[in-house]
């Protein structure tokens, strides 16, 4: 493992309000940089009253100014709702003011529900023109000539890194196939990263962009000084993909110390294998949980999440992380 970063999906606590969110993003970036975190990523959501990172090019900037050095990006924009030359503007503008700290994830999903979608989009083509917009949208980030037909300006030189982000094999195969990093959403989305990882790995063409695979992968991550209390502050986390399974989106609920009074057992069961790549404990078992993700699947580098209620309780769980992650990069990967 070369590097470990951080996604946050600006989380909106019950009993607080987006302006909240948004200034503990900033306030989270800050500490993740001095804890050694590589990448800060923000994720493109909409419709959803727990998430305050819908505008993600603007709170991207927003972090970025807020930190020196940390790279910064999106993990990621969902690229169907955006015309392509839109986001090579965003980004080629965010690039030129925080040069060589600005990634770019791109997703194939919508990112919110389809009437939604219809909103953003005004229309719902039939063809799925995700590798072409990729591929356009590569383009505007390179040194095009002044006689060009259209440029990102600015964009055009800025030569953002662009990375293929997915749960699935489509994602992985795409990635491969462009020869660009792949980021895969193990955080809610396990079920087919040891496939997905497999098919970019065996099937990568080396490119301008990347001269052999890079895979990063996402854990969700909850540290506290017991096992009993990382487990009482992730039930924040459990209640709100609950409510979001059945139908009932809200902002991040407070914890419990019972989740069964509140989530059936057959939605729980869904809950714990989506959100099954996941290391939760005091710090002595989340570095034993971390350590079996990282020999299983050695990812060259792992992103960690986790939406905690209490502000506080969620920089000193990734703070605390952070130092279990360093000790996990500087350990010989068991054979």
């Given at each position: 493992m070369q590097h470990f970063s951080l996604l946050d999906l600006s989380p909106v606590p019950e009993g607080q309000t987006a302006a909240d969110a948004l200034a503990g993003?900033?306030?989270?970036?800050?500490?993740?940089?001095?804890?050694?975190?590589?990448?800060?990523?923000?994720a493109e959501h909409h419709n959803m009253p727990g998430i305050a990172s819908a505008a993600t090019a603007v709170v991207i900037g927003h972090v970025a100014a807020a930190t020196r050095s940390m790279r910064i990006g999106a993990g990621g924009i969902m690229l169907p709702n955006h015309a392509p030359l839109?986001?090579?503007?965003?980004?080629?503008?965010?690039?030129?003011?925080?040069?060589?700290?600005?990634?770019?994830?791109?997703?194939?999903?919508?990112?919110?529900d389809m009437a939604t979608a219809r909103a953003l989009r005004r229309h719902m083509a039939p063809d799925d023109s995700f590798p072409q917009d990729v591929q356009e949208l590569i383009g505007y980030f390179g040194e095009n000539p002044d006689a060009a037909p259209v440029r990102a300006i600015p964009g055009t030189g800025t030569h953002v890194p662009v990375w293929i982000l997915g749960s699935s094999l489509y994602g992985a195969q795409?990635?491969?196939?462009?020869?660009?990093?792949?980021?895969?959403?193990?955080?809610?989305?396990?079920?087919?990263?040891?496939?997905?990882?497999?098919?970019y790995r065996s099937t990568f063409q080396p490119s301008a962009h990347l001269d052999r695979p890079y895979v990063m992968m996402a854990a969700g991550v909850c540290v506290a000084d017991t096992d009993t209390d990382a487990a009482y502050l992730r039930s924040s986390q459990l209640l709100a993909f609950a409510r979001?399974?059945?139908?009932?989106?809200?902002?991040?609920?407070?914890?419990?110390?019972?989740?069964?009074?509140?989530?059936?057992?057959?939605?729980?069961?869904?809950?714990?294998?989506?959100?099954?790549?996941?290391?939760?404990?005091s710090a002595k078992t989340v570095q034993k949980q971390l350590r079996g993700i990282i020999d299983t699947f050695q990812p060259d580098e792992l992103m960690v999440t986790g939406m905690i209620h209490d502000h506080d309780a969620r920089v000193r769980s990734f703070q605390m992380a952070a130092d279990i992650l360093t000790d996990l990069r500087r350990a010989p990967v068991a054979a």
């Open positions: 993003s900033v306030d989270l970036a800050r500490a993740a940089e001095g804890a050694g975190y590589h990448r800060f990523w923000l839109v986001i090579a503007e965003q980004f080629g503008t965010l690039a030129t003011l925080y040069p060589d700290r600005i990634d770019l994830g791109l997703g194939r999903a919508p990112g919110t795409l990635a491969a196939y462009l020869g660009l990093p792949y980021a895969f959403a193990s955080h809610f989305a396990p079920a087919m990263l040891e496939q997905a990882l497999a098919v979001l399974r059945t139908g009932r989106p809200g902002k991040l609920p407070y914890p419990v110390h019972d989740t069964g009074t509140e989530i059936p057992p057959a939605v729980m069961a869904q809950v714990q294998q989506a959100l099954s790549c996941s290391a939760t404990g």
